[in-house]
Antibody, heavy 124, light 107 residues
Framework: EVQLLESGGGLVQPGGSLRLSCAASAFTFSNYVMNWVRQAPGKGLEWVSSISSSGDITFYADSVKGRFTISRDNSKNTLFLLMNSLRGEDTAVYYC?????????????????WGQGTLVTVSS | DIQMTQSPSSLSASVGDRVTITCRASQSISRSLNWYQQKPGKAPKFLIYAASTLQSGLPSRFSGSGSGTDFTLTISSLQPEDFASYYCQQSYSTPPTFGQGTKVEIK
């Protein structure tokens, strides 16, 4: 069974930094697009960032562009999100999500397995 | 950005009821529409992609339809485990965007 295990969340002051990790198992990590999606407390889902299987193509939401960096280590089956210049509005549960391959192709922006999430709280 | 609008925001229904949730896109997204289910405190679960293709292993009481700007998720006979929030999401263009969610509650 596919497993995604996020870590690295916590309480950080505005302007601070955090690095989230997502350890993947039970699938060939290097074959799939990977993504971060967040959910503010009591709110809906918001896409944050996506990275290609090889790591050479990345996309970001405008709300995090220039502050967050997505990366991956295919040798360690791990996805990362480096978050700098954090703001109160970044407070959320951050989910790692695997990209979906089906119908003969792999898709950007389709999320078939999700981790349990890690909570990031930005507050002084 | 493409805006996704779901209706209703919440609904109350009984076990066995037929439930329909609507999702409207602010511009045409062809059939690039996906549905997720989320229970409180849990991660979302992938239900349907390409508007109407049910993810493998899921019960056939879930179905999706639509194209262009208007889409629906139907649960043909609501079961106790279906009480949850449901989100539509477009994968047609960057950034991918979600609807605000529909909470299905027990009547």
């Amino acid at each position: 069974e596919v497993q995604l295990l996020e870590s690295g969340g916590g309480l950080v002051q505005p302007g601070g930094s955090l690095r989230l990790s997502c350890a993947a198992s039970a699938f060939t990590f290097s074959n799939y697009v990977m993504n971060w999606v967040r959910q503010a407390p009591g709110k809906g889902l918001e896409w944050v960032s996506s990275i290609s299987s090889s790591g050479d193509i990345t996309f970001y939401a405008d709300s995090v562009k220039g502050r967050f960096t997505i990366s991956r280590d295919n040798s360690k089956n791990t996805l990362f999100l480096l978050m700098n210049s954090l703001r109160g509005e970044d407070t959320a549960v951050y989910y790692c999500a695997k990209g979906f391959c089906g119908g003969g192709s792999c898709h950007w922006y389709l999320f078939d397995y999700w981790g349990q999430g890690t909570l990031v709280t930005v507050s002084s | 950005d493409i805006q996704m609008t779901q209706s209703p925001s919440s609904l109350s229904a009984s076990v066995g009821d037929r439930v329909t949730i609507t999702c409207r896109a602010s511009q045409s997204i062809s059939r690039s529409l996906n549905w997720y289910q989320q229970k409180p405190g849990k991660a979302p679960k992938f239900l349907i992609y390409a508007a109407s293709t049910l993810q493998s292993g899921l019960p056939s009481r879930f179905s999706g339809s639509g194209s262009g700007t208007d889409f629906t998720l139907t649960i043909s006979s609501l079961q106790p485990e279906d009480f949850a929030s449901y989100y539509c999401q477009q994968s047609y263009s960057t950034p991918p965007t979600f609807g605000q969610g529909t909470k299905v509650e027990i009547k």
